[in-house]
């Protein structure tokens, strides 16, 4: 199949735009050929050229034979397109209205409407999923959400992770403990985040707290702890094999960290709801309800586990077969089933 995806430009640290290219890898490798189209509605310049460096130099991106092009309104997707992926909510627009006669898709990763207060732009996201497009969603919460709310035609491909950058390397007691900081995503609730680490560093004083995903050295935090800001892919395992428990909020879809924390043997710690627990249901991811107090001394009871080095040993193993090839497949199966039609 010829296969166009419209995405907003990717960036470094861009975890979705990650994402979106480790499934064009797998569906080149099933034999299908990607072109991506590049969106955005600012007036800032897209210099592909740079993106293709960043593209190449960047461990978190695999590498594709995708062409790769910005969208033109006028001239639309190649005449030879046969199916369209949106690939956010601001794409979907694009992808509606190309005049292409390609069957269109939906790839969702979170549920965009609830990135913004109620007004234009949650009401502009959420009228996305009247679209009509098939929907193959990251994980069982968003298909079933967008099924039961929108009456949207969805298939999703479970949760995996990259082995090769997540293991487990420390058979000693660990000593640390994890935040994903991410103050400019505010699903990542950082805020409430901090109130459960101060209570946390009340009860372990002596326990080093580090805080990686972005650079928080601009920010009054409340306790002791180290900024690792955004760190490289290749740099997280020997930060992840110090640390006992990795705090990991989540209000929307739940993020691809736990099962990385898991594979190297870190503890996760994530704030209960659906919308987590309908994503992965892993026996070792301690589910809190969001409560600082109940969070740090749920992450407290972690540290202080007295079987710490065999369970991290248990928890690798636990995702050993989470393997993303098999989400490939779950992804491939669902598309190539809907282009048959």
């Known amino acids: 199949m010829e296969i166009a995806w419209i995405m907003s430009p990717p960036g470094l640290e861009s975890g979705g735009h990650q994402n979106l290219f480790r499934f064009i890898d797998l569906a080149e490798k099933a034999g299908h050929r990607c072109a991506v189209y590049l969106y955005t509605t600012n007036n800032h310049p897209v210099s592909i050229p740079d993106i293709r460096a960043m593209l190449r130099s960047a461990a978190a991106y695999p590498e594709v034979s995708a062409s790769i092009e910005m969208y033109d309104r006028t001239a639309g997707v190649k005449p030879e397109t046969q199916a369209i992926f949106a690939t956010g909510w601001e794409t979907a627009y694009p992808a509606y209205l190309d005049t292409s ?4 898709f939906y790839f969702v990763q979170d549920y965009e ?3 913004y207060p109620l007004g234009t732009e949650s009401l502009l996201a959420e009228n996305t999923y009247h679209f009509g497009f098939h929907g ?16 949207m035609v969805t298939d999703h491909f479970d949760f995996a992770v990259d082995k090769t950058h997540y293991s487990v390397t420390n058979l000693s007691r660990r000593s640390e403990v994890f935040f994903y900081a991410r103050p400019v995503t505010p699903r990542r609730a950082f805020e409430f985040g901090l109130l459960a680490l101060a209570e946390f560093a009340r009860l372990k004083p002596d326990v080093r707290i580090n805080l990686a995903g972005w650079d928080v050295s601009n920010w009054e935090i409340p306790f002791a702890y180290t900024n690792l800001s955004s760190l490289d892919i290749s740099e997280l395992n020997s930060v992840y094999n110090r640390c006992a428990a990795g705090l990991v909020m989540s209000l929307s879809n739940m993020s691809l960290l736990p099962l990385e924390l898991l594979s190297s043997g870190v503890t996760p710690i994530v704030n209960d709801g659906p919308n987590n627990r309908m994503v992965s249901e892993n026996p ?3 589910y809190v309800p969001a409560s600082p107090l109940a969070i740090a001394r749920k992450m407290a009871e972690v540290f202080d586990h007295p079987d710490a080095v065999a369970r991290s040993i248990a928890m690798s193993e636990s995702v050993a077969q989470n393997d993303w090839a098999d989400s490939g497949i779950q992804f491939m199966t669902a598309f190539e089933r809907v282009m048959r039609g």
């Not at 006669?101 to 269109?104: C, H, S």
């Not at 193959?136 to 009456?151: E, M, P, R, V, Y």
């Open 113 to 115: 409407a609830s990135f």
């Open 136 to 151: 193959i969603t990251a994980g069982g919460w968003l298909a079933h959400k967008l099924s039961t709310d929108f009456g």
């Open 101 to 104: 006669n390609a069957r269109r």
């Open 284 to 286: 070792f991811i301690e």
